[in-house]
């Protein structure tokens, strides 16, 4: 017998492969009922209304940002090693058939949104420019990382460079994520 935790979180995985593969209007919870093999009452029960699903998405990712993040974010820490973490993330995230990121997927569809999943997405987004920021400047300051200009534009316009290589490697291969990563590496003055 299937616990309901694990119909919830069977659920959310759904979701997730379907937003990052549809948007959020390119799934219904027909979609994911017909692929777990369960009725929509079940989905309702847990998320009375696709917006509730799409929140409790956002809200899982910023806790994995937030997890993996916390300790640098409050005490210091290698931001090479948190690069290469987020690099790991990112290619892992792929290799599982989620090349577009969270917020390729919400931004679709962002006009369409419920008020207050624009709100917990532009959060989520803040949070993670601000973590990644912070790991651009750090890394500069430590001697980690070699660039010039300000560290929330390169931090910037990494994510932007991986979300869009993230949706080419969906059409190019996997080589196309590795070669825009190496490329940043490259620009930080790391040795590949």
């Known amino acids: 017998m299937v616990r309901l935790t694990d119909t919830r979180d069977q659920i959310m995985d759904r979701a997730a492969q379907l937003l990052m593969s549809r948007g959020f209007n390119g799934f ?27 929140l409790a998405l956002v809200d899982e990712y910023r806790k994995m940002l937030r997890s993996r993040t916390s300790e640098f974010m409050a005490y210091g820490g ?67 990382f070699s660039f010039t200009g300000d560290a929330r534009a390169k931090a910037l316009t990494i994510l932007a460079a991986l979300q869009g290589a993230r949706q080419l490697a969906r059409i190019h291969g996997m080589e196309l994520l590795d070669d825009v990563v190496r490329q940043v590496r490259q620009d930080l003055g790391l040795n590949t």
């Open 78 to 144: 290698s931001a090479l090693e948190q690069l290469e973490g987020f690099f790991a993330f990112t290619s892992k995230q792929c290799h599982v058939g989620r090349c577009i990121c969270p917020f390729g997927a919400f931004s679709v569809d962002y006009g369409d949104l419920p008020e207050d999943l624009r709100e917990a997405t532009e959060k989520f987004m803040d949070e993670t420019i601000m973590w990644f920021s912070r790991v651009m400047e750090v890394g500069r300051d430590e001697g980690e």
């Open 28 to 54: 219904s919870y027909r979609d994911i009922s017909a692929h777990l093999g369960v009725k929509n009452a079940a989905i309702h029960y847990h998320f009375p209304a696709k917006k509730d699903l799409a």
